[in-house]
T-cell receptor, first 113, second 115 residues
């Protein structure tokens, strides 16, 4: 079973920041938090990942709480092309039986004009 | 990140037949995975393809139905055997690790319709 809980859907106005929450209360000390998105009919696209510290790249920012039990993906200026299903996944990163991504149901983000 | 080529991109098959899907990566990778995405659903991991040995299957998936090969570090195949309409799904290859890879990368998938 997936180890994360996400809201099934969210709306966001174009140009505004989209904040997508994720709960992962059973995360282990060596597990990373990954975010992927899937635009209709395409393969999942990597967005960002982190272990403890907040991370930022050209696509998004990832805020992980100090206890690591939850995180938030932030798309700073959402566009219509950001409409997709966003998946929050926890997984180990260095081989072995835990080195695989188990997808939950994700959050359908609808960016509105 | 690694570039993945999946073939075929789509196919329509008769029930009772088998289809082999190919996954080719442009660089050597450590791990290769196969997923299924049924209509309107999330992705479900079928198995981890192990180089030179039998794949590791997730609960609910068996080798007789989904035989997998991985002869080297850049190539894997998934066969969907004795197909039924319930096998109509998108099948995706994913890779991890290797010099040219960052995180997990996914192919664009094979859309399979069984009639």
């Amino acid at each position: 079973d997936a180890k994360t809980t996400q809201p099934p859907s969210m709306d966001c106005a174009e140009g505004r920041a989209a904040n997508l929450p994720c709960n992962h209360s059973t995360i282990s000390g060596n597990e990373y938090v990954y975010w992927y998105r899937q635009i209709h009919s395409q393969g999942p696209q990597y967005i960002i990942h982190g272990l403890k510290n907040n991370e930022t790249n050209e696509m998004a920012s990832l805020i992980i709480t100090e206890d690591r039990k939850s995180s938030t993906l932030i798309l700073p200026h959402a566009t219509l092309r950001d409409t997709a299903v966003y998946y929050c996944i926890v997984s180990g990163s260095y081989g072995g039986a835990t080195n695989k991504l188990i997808f939950g149901t994700g959050t359908l983000l609808a960016v509105q004009p | 990140s690694a570039v993945i080529s999946q073939k075929p991109s789509r196919d329509i098959c008769q029930r009772g037949t088998s289809l082999t899907i190919q996954c080719q990566v442009d660089s050597q990778v450590t791990m290769m995975f196969w997923y299924r995405q049924q209509p309107g659903q999330s992705l479900t991991l079928i198995a981890t393809a192990n180089q030179g040995s039998e794949a590791t299957y997730e609960s609910g998936f068996v080798i007789d139905k989904f035989p997998i090969s991985r002869p080297n570090l850049t190539f894997s195949t998934l066969t969907v055997s004795n197909m039924s309409p319930e096998d109509s799904s998108i099948y995706l290859c994913s890779v991890w690790g290797g010099l040219a890879n960052y995180g997990y990368t996914f192919g664009s998938g094979t859309r399979l319709t069984v009639v």
